[in-house]
């Protein structure tokens, strides 16, 4: 079945350090976007891309950066860790047409110390 | 400033009760609303779309739209236990950035 997976599910990391997070999709959808999930703030948009080598800012993009080389995997990284970047992660992805409708990861927990 | 606003909750419903959830959005331009369930420690899974004024209905799920209130809503009907969970509402503005409500909890008391 097709899917959309995420790894690592957890993780624990020090301040200053640079950390990538994989999204890997098997729907060939050409849209993917990462989000963000902290208590009060629901879900908020980091990057998104609606194709091979195409990447787009979200809502909260600073500290963070993606690149899109094949069609089933946008890494998320951050290029040096801080604590204010301790959340919950969820990659998603979507067919071009049907309105968008998205279809997340399980997501990854990271903690930034 | 494009903003999804959602009454964080939270809702207690007694099963077999209607449970009433609702979402306001700013830009009045939007075209796409979804209404997302998430229980807890999951991600998120969709459970309605809507796109034009007035009801749509699946199963025990009904979402209500009015675009010129910018008001967007999801009923469930015979609320079970199982129903409880957090509520996202998630509304596609105009420039198609996508935006999710902080999300309503909801608890279904047997």
């Known amino acids: 079945d097709a899917e959309i997976t995420q790894s690592p599910r957890h993780k624990i990391t020090e301040t200053g350090r640079q950390v990538t997070l994989a999204c890997h999709q098997t729907?060939?959808?050409?849209?993917m976007f990462w989000y963000r999930q902290d208590l009060g703030h629901g879900l908020r948009l980091i990057h998104y891309?609606?194709?091979?080598?195409?990447?787009n800012k979200g809502e909260v993009s600073d500290g963070y950066s993606v690149s899109r080389s094949n069609t089933e995997d946008l890494p998320l990284t951050l290029e040096s860790a801080a604590s204010s970047q301790t959340s919950v992660y969820f990659c998603?992805?979507?067919?071009?047409?049907?309105?968008?409708?998205?279809?997340f990861g399980p997501g990854t927990r990271l903690l930034v110390l | 400033q494009k903003e999804v606003e959602q009454n964080s909750g939270p809702l207690s419903v007694p099963e077999g009760a209607i449970a009433s959830l609702n979402c306001t959005y700013s830009?009045?331009?939007?075209?796409?609303f979804f209404w997302y369930r998430q229980y807890s420690g999951k991600s998120p899974e969709l459970i309605m779309s809507?796109?034009?004024?007035g009801d749509k209905e699946d199963g025990r799920f009904t979402a209500q739209l009015n675009k010129a209130s910018q008001y967007v809503s999801l009923l469930i009907r015979d609320s079970q236990p199982s129903d409880s969970a957090t509520y996202l509402c998630?509304?596609?503005?105009?420039?198609?950035?996508?935006?999710f409500g902080a999300g309503t909890r909801l608890t279904v008391k047997p």
């Open positions: 998630a509304v596609r503005f105009n420039n198609n950035d996508m935006r």
């Open positions: 998603a992805s979507s067919r071009e047409s049907v309105g968008e409708t998205q279809y």
């Open positions: 809507i796109y034009s004024n």
């Open positions: 830009d009045r331009g939007s075209q796409s």
């Open positions: 729907w060939n959808h050409n849209n």
């Open positions: 891309s609606y194709g091979v080598h195409d990447t």
